[in-house]
């Protein structure tokens, strides 16, 4: 018989399970869970701490069944859903790692995963996803063995998720249960490196408690606060925000499955925190500012009024200061007034934390709902932090355009070649190899190089000034390896180079040159004439039509975040006499981006 460990008073000791034990036992009528379906009518369905607690036990004793085990990794590829959720938790409570997958995640790449983590079981939703895994059950290098499905009558065969619920719990499972140490593995988190093969980040226990310790020491929120979950839980943030953090926090999750929908969640739940990735706060700004364009003048006199003053009030927090009681006086009216009123159309009236990550928020979006006196507290980590390593705080202090300062489970420095690196509490144990041991990534003193440029400045805030690494960070802050799209994109022999570009933006884009040996022979090949060499190819209907199924057919093997949705074919050759490769015949992205800024500038153009 395995002992469960006792709850410690070191709440870094704590574990997931104890979390989960001591919610329902203090908090046993307290919202947990809740989530919509089709046919409800906007209603929600919410499961108490308590119910979580039973329901995830009956769960696991469903997986234990299957085979799952203590250290056993299990794969979840599911929208934000209860089953997700809930199976999440129970695989914890069983002592096995839960691995979520991106739903847009290409066939190779959860090839690549399922043999990494060597899982055996995968739980996914539907029939479209079963159709994706069933290749892997015959796979003789995948180990893969079951599949359970989600949703009812989706299973073709294979089990149903309904059909794991267990009760009463066998006394052998229940023995079992709950008895993970803080320094066991809670999570692998895949994430891509500069080669674009997915890399297993192994975290703990210990690590998670960490930050979630460490982000409540940098914002005060209402006890029990509620939190929108619309980002997919293969994403380190989601996975704090909408597992860990509710957990530690006992909070209250809404689970929005189809993130477009985020909007109408918001105006229902009218949450006290929020969290977005910067193309959320794009998209929100944006629709704000064209009911604003409809409004009249007069109208939008008094509104811009209202923006400055509230504009002013955000800049003396901003330098530490205490606002003049005159300005406290004026903006207290107009919040009253003017902006309380709009923000409550938008279900933001109740919000006293809002935070972006994942990528650089442009200034003009901060300024515009500074306006609202929200500011977007930036914050800047690494799935191998664990999430946040550096953060604003609301009430520690801020400086807009800044990731902010380490927090507390962190240390940072700057190394010589201004590389930001980082080591603590909350920096992952190592990458997992495929014969389930751990690689570390940290130097000998502990340090993790993230790949990151930036600087600290007198106060101890982080600015981000380039990357170190050529990832490309969408403005959706989905992470791509720009090497593995031009790959995908070069191997039509039409195309002899590419350069995809996408950083804070919300969809890539590619500049494509036409081989100067392969074009003119494909096109005797089909027939083609035209004058002019490769410069009459590159404006040929033909060719233009070719190099389209070309980048189609390398979208097709890609996910969707890397596909490329708009390029521009050009025809001369790049090279070290012209500035956009190196003598060693790499490509100087710089140089490239700024020889053809305003091509690129138009491919964003609607």
């Known amino acids: 018989m395995t002992s469960a460990p006792q709850p410690t008073d070191a709440p870094a000791d704590r574990t997931l399970p104890q979390l989960l034990a001591r919610n329902a036992r203090l908090h046993p009528e307290l919202p947990a869970l809740s989530w919509q379906t089709a046919g409800s009518e906007g209603g929600w369905t919410t499961l108490t701490w308590s119910e979580v607690h039973e329901r995830t036990r009956s769960l696991a004793a469903g997986y234990a069944e299957l085979g799952v085990g203590r250290g056993d ?20 409570r069983l002592g096995a790692v839960p691995v979520s997958v991106y739903g847009t995640a290409a066939p190779e790449q959860i090839t690549h995963t399922a043999r990494n983590c060597r899982a055996r079981v995968a739980v996914v939703e539907g029939a479209a ?6 290749p892997l059950l015959t796979d003789a290098g995948t180990p893969l063995e079951r599949l359970v499905v989600a949703e009812a009558g989706a299973e073709g065969g294979h089990f149903a998720y309904a059909a ?8 052998h499972v229940a023995k079992e249960l709950d008895t993970a140490r803080p320094d066991d593995p809670l999570t692998v988190v895949y994430t891509s490196g500069t080669t674009g093969e997915p890399k297993g980040v192994v975290l703990t226990h210990r690590q998670v408690m960490a930050n979630a310790l460490a982000l409540d020491a940098v914002v005060e929120l209402p006890p029990h606060v509620e939190h929108i979950c619309y980002l997919p839980f293969a994403h380190i943030a989601e996975r704090m925000l909408g597992i860990y953090l509710p957990c530690h926090r006992a909070s209250h999750v809404y689970l929005c499955p189809d993130p477009t929908g985020v909007a109408a969640v918001v105006r229902q739940v009218r949450p006290a925190q929020f969290f977005g990735v910067p193309r959320i706060w ?12 409809l409004m009249p003048a007069e109208q939008r006199a008094v ?7 509230a504009r002013e009030h955000v800049g003396h927090r901003e330098r530490g200061e205490v606002p003049p009681a005159e300005l406290e006086e004026r903006y207290s009216r107009v919040r009253r007034d003017v902006l309380l009123p709009m923000l409550a159309a938008g279900g933001l009236d109740r919000v006293t934390w809002s935070a972006s990550a994942s990528a650089p928020m442009s200034a003009d979006v901060v300024r515009f709902w500074a306006g609202f006196g929200i500011v977007i507290m930036d914050a800047w980590g690494l799935t191998e932090t664990t999430g946040v390593a550096t953060s604003n705080s609301p009430r520690l202090g801020f400086r807009l355009g800044s990731v902010g300062r380490p927090v507390e489970a962190v240390e940072v420095r700057i190394a010589e070649d201004g590389e930001i690196l980082v080591r603590g509490a909350s920096v992952f144990s190592g990458y997992l190899r495929s014969d389930g041991s751990v690689e570390s990534a940290l130097d000998e003193d502990g340090w993790l190089a993230t790949g990151d440029i930036g600087r600290l400045d007198e106060d101890g805030y982080l600015w981000l000034t380039d990357r170190k690494k050529e990832m490309i960070i969408t403005s959706t802050g989905k992470n791509v390896a720009p090497s593995l799209v031009e790959n995908a994109l070069k191997e039509h022999p039409l195309i002899g180079q590419a350069m995809v570009h996408g950083d804070n933006r919300s969809y890539l884009v590619a500049l494509l040159v036409l081989d100067a040996e392969a074009a003119p022979a494909w096109a005797a090949a089909h027939g083609v004439e035209a004058a002019g060499g490769t410069d009459g190819l590159a404006a040929h209907p033909a060719v233009l039509a070719e190099v389209e199924r070309a980048v189609a057919a390398a979208n097709a093997r890609l996910n969707r975040s890397e596909q490329v949705k708009r390029y521009e074919l050009l025809s001369g050759e790049w090279g070290p006499a012209t500035g956009e490769l190196t003598p060693s015949l790499k490509m100087r992205r710089r140089v490239i981006r700024d020889k053809y800024a305003d091509a690129l500038a138009g491919l964003y153009r609607d």
């Open 303 to 309: 509104i811009d009024q209202a923006f400055e003053v």
């Open 282 to 293: 794009e998209k929100l700004s944006a629709a704000v500012r064209g009911v604003l364009s």
């Open 164 to 171: 794991l619920l267990r009760e009463p719990v066998p006394e």
């Open 73 to 92: 990794h299990v794969l979840l590829m599911m929208a934000n859903r209860p089953e997700h959720w809930l199976s999440d938790l129970a695989l914890v």
């Open 129 to 134: 996803q079963v159709a994706v895994w069933e």
